[in-house]
Nanobody, 122 residues
């Protein structure tokens, strides 16, 4: 069973950048499709980005396309989310997720991290 720990959140001005990291342990990250979700105050958790086990196929929510980049380093058991041109509406708790089934990674992944706060000031 894999455990996920996010880091890299913080406070940034609009237009700035942050890079989130998700370290996986207790399993081999290359066995899992990985993804990022976010939840803003008063809103439901939403899908942000996902990457397959090999890193060949990547998917993004329309709201972040062209600004966010997901990547993974299987040797380091780590997944990253590079966030550029941040907007106040990107403010949320960001969660790392994993699942052995690619079909589930954008909807109902089985494993979650504890989340990291990202706040974008206007």
């Amino acid at each position: 069973q894999v455990q996920l720990v996010e880091s890299g959140g913080g406070l940034v001005e609009a237009g700035g950048s942050l890079r989130l990291s998700c370290a996986a342990s207790g399993g081999t990250s290359s066995s899992y499709a990985m993804g990022w979700f976010r939840q803003a105050p008063g809103k439901e958790r939403e899908f942000v980005a996902a990457i397959t086990k090999s890193g060949v196929i990547i998917e993004y929510a329309d709201s972040v396309k062209g600004r966010f980049t997901i990547s993974r380093d299987n040797a380091e058991n780590t997944v990253y989310l590079q966030m550029n041109k941040l907007k106040p509406e990107d403010t949320a708790v960001y969660y790392c997720a994993a699942d052995q089934w690619v079909a589930k990674i954008t909807t109902t992944p089985g494993y979650w991290g504890q989340g990291t706060q990202v706040t974008v000031s206007s």
